[in-house]
């Protein structure tokens, strides 16, 4: 057992890799009730052409990580989640661009929780009735997203940013492509990519170190799994341009919904130390134009143009990077213009040290506050971790971080030519 000890931020984690491959690490919390635990796969909706070391490179129809998330928790003898209930804990899973998280969180019970974590997600149990029982379900999941007005402004503006990359197809595939998903394509992907060497266990909270691995240790060697090589990823080349400057959907929405995307030029540039560094340089640079502190967002709120739903955000993964703000507005194209003409002006003249120093230490405030919430290290752990990160580095980086890399984020990030627009207008009835 490696202990990893981070001074600080008086933390202190137990890692371990076990035989079949699988990552295990815990964080132990002292006075702390509540424990949290994730079982990830590095496996998400992006996730569609892949080969395994030794194999053929092969396409599978979009959504079935999605797919398999929600198979998992059916079983021969019922429902999972009945199961996590009469042990006393709440039980959920989630399927990203890049990963799937299935976790339970509880205050009793748990080692006994743990265990049912563990083995339900190592034991699928799929058939061809309740493989098409599921396309129905997935379907109305589909048909209901694409009714919802943050929904489609948001992953429409994926997609007119993005031509081929898969991040722009929804995480729960088409009603075509949930249509070609079968028992035994399930079970193909699922021995692919839930093999332990591409998984995580993270267990956050009230435990003892010891008795998590001698239980997880116990559960694994009662179980075999066949040796896998690396999993191979592939993307058809993306364009740096955007694929459409600008997407209009009508649905009867109070007010419309405006949301303006920047992709980046060089998404997969750099190792993960650099990536991290450029995301949280991008984090800085936003929160200082367009956090709800800056003067841009009170001038807009003032102007009637936002609402508190205003918000921004830096996605990143393998292949693809892209800024997103945006949020309910009266005015979609005086929004649009008021923003370019501030972007504009801040690149000609660069941040204020005063207003980069105040982003710099609400960051670091925000981040010192999630490390009190065990549902939040779990899931940041996990996202750096899949990335070749450490969730524990990022506040070196906020703290190191330099007024000119957020003036060079600034003007690197914002060209005209690399944004494009997602609007949900009003419909007429």
Not at 80 to 88: D, L, M, N, P
Not at 237 to 245: A, G, L
Not at 399 to 428: G, H, K, P, W, Y
């Amino acid at each position: 057992m490696e202990t990893l000890s981070y001074k600080h931020v008086e933390e202190t984690l137990y890692r371990e890799v076990l035989d079949n491959g699988l990552e295990v690490i815990v964080l132990p919390k002292e006075g702390f009730h509540k424990t949290y635990a994730t079982f990830s796969t590095k496996y998400g909706s992006i996730d569609n052409e892949f080969a395994v070391e030794g194999q053929q490179a092969e396409r599978v129809p979009d959504g079935i990580a999605h797919f398999l998330e929600h198979k998992m928790f059916e079983e021969p003898e019922g429902d999972v989640f009945a199961v996590f209930a009469s042990q006393g804990a709440s039980a959920n899973a989630y399927t990203t661009f890049d990963r799937t998280v299935y976790l339970f969180s509880a205050t009793e019970k748990i080692y006994e929780n743990l265990e049912t974590l563990i083995n339900f997600v190592q034991n699928p149990y799929f058939t061809d009735e309740n493989v098409n029982k599921e396309k129905g379900i997935i379907e109305q999941e589909i048909n209901m997203y694409r009714d919802n007005a943050d929904w489609r402004v948001y992953f429409g503006l994926i997609d007119a940013l993005y031509h081929h990359h898969p991040v722009h197809i929804d995480i729960a595939g088409t009603v075509d492509s949930i249509y070609q998903i079968d028992k035994e394509t399930l079970y193909h992907c699922y021995e692919t990519f839930y093999h332990p060497s591409n998984m995580l266990l993270f267990v956050v909270g009230g435990v003892e170190a010891e008795e998590v691995f001698r239980l997880v240790k116990r559960n694994q060697a009662a179980k075999s799994f066949k040796p896998q090589g690396e999993i191979h990823r592939y993307f058809q080349d993306e364009p740096t341009s955007v694929k459409i400057p600008r997407k209009v959907s009508q649905l009867p929405v109070s007010l419309p919904k405006c949301m303006i995307g920047f992709k980046e030029k060089h998404a997969a540039a750099g190792s993960g130390k650099e990536q991290l560094r450029r995301e949280i340089a991008t984090k800085l640079m936003l929160e200082t134009l367009i956090g709800p502190s800056s003067a841009l967002y009170q001038h807009l709120y003032e102007q009637s143009l936002i609402s508190d739903s205003f918000g921004h955000e830096y996605n990143a993964g393998k292949g693809y990077a892209f800024s997103v703000m945006g949020g309910d507005t009266q005015d979609p194209d005086v929004l649009i213009d008021a923003i370019k003409t501030a972007i504009q002006e801040a690149k000609s003249s660069g941040v204020p040290e005063a207003v980069f120093q105040r982003a710099k230490k609400k960051k670091i405030g925000s981040y010192l506050r999630m490390l009190n919430s065990p549902e939040s290290i779990a899931g940041e752990f996990t996202r750096y971790r899949f990335r070749d990160n450490d969730m524990f580095d990022v506040l070196a980086c906020y703290e190191n971080c330099t007024l000119d890399e957020v003036n060079e984020r600034l003007r690197e990030l914002f060209d005209f030519e690399q944004m494009a627009v997602s609007i949900v207008e009003q419909s007429a009835n």
